[in-house]
């Protein structure tokens, strides 16, 4: 006879059932707290992109509007036109953007409101018929250190990443999944 009481092999029973449902637990709330993760990161990118895009036109509209005004002879817009039209895009990315990102937009920023006040000062030595002029020129300047801090933020790299050595394409694990579940579809079938 065996020396195991009767109730030893209902409690193993019980003791591996809960050890398998918590090990269940465990890897699902892993899983969980990746996917959140991914998503969070996708997200984050995703808000600051938007938000830089966005800033970067309406600059881009608004040196192209005192541009178009000052090569037509026309009257200059008003700071209020710039304000409005900037202000939004400009307090998105002063609440989503880091330190360097942020100084750089408010750099860009403050040139533009200059060109746009009624009458912009010119710096020192500068002749102020030819100042709009030249502070117009330093704008793609400034908005070049703006866009090389949004690259560094993002981890945009500038140039495209280097083939594989062999020439082939990655497959992911979807591909592979893919491909194995076709075959073995296809192996049904002629068989």
């Known amino acids: ?37 991914a998503k ?59 330190g360097q990102v942020r100084s750089a937009a408010l750099a860009v920023h403050l040139l533009l409101e200059k060109l746009y006040a009624a009458r912009p000062t010119p710096p020192p030595g500068v002749d102020p018929a030819k100042s709009p002029r030249e502070m117009l020129g330093h704008v793609p300047l400034v908005m070049q250190q703006l866009e090389a801090a949004i690259r560094e933020e993002l981890g945009i790299e500038v140039t495209p990443p280097p083939p594989l050595p062999d020439g082939t394409a990655p497959r992911s694990l979807r591909g592979y999944l893919r491909r194995g579940s076709s075959a073995s579809r296809e192996s049904s079938v002629t068989g």
Not at 9 to 14: E, K
Not at 22 to 34: E, F, M, W
């Open 1 to 37: 006879m065996s020396e195991i009481p009767w109730w030893g092999l209902p409690l193993i029973a019980a003791v591996s059932a809960l050890a398998g449902a918590g090990a269940t637990l465990l890897v699902s709330a892993r899983d969980n707290y990746l996917r959140s993760r």
């Open 40 to 98: 969070r990161t996708r997200r984050w990118y995703a808000e600051r992109r938007d938000a830089y895009v966005a800033l970067l036109t309406q600059f881009e509209r608004a040196s192209y509007r005192m541009r178009a005004a000052l090569d037509g002879g026309q009257p200059m817009p008003g700071p209020y036109t710039y304000l409005d039209e900037v202000g939004p895009a400009l307090m998105q990315v002063r609440l989503l953007a880091s």
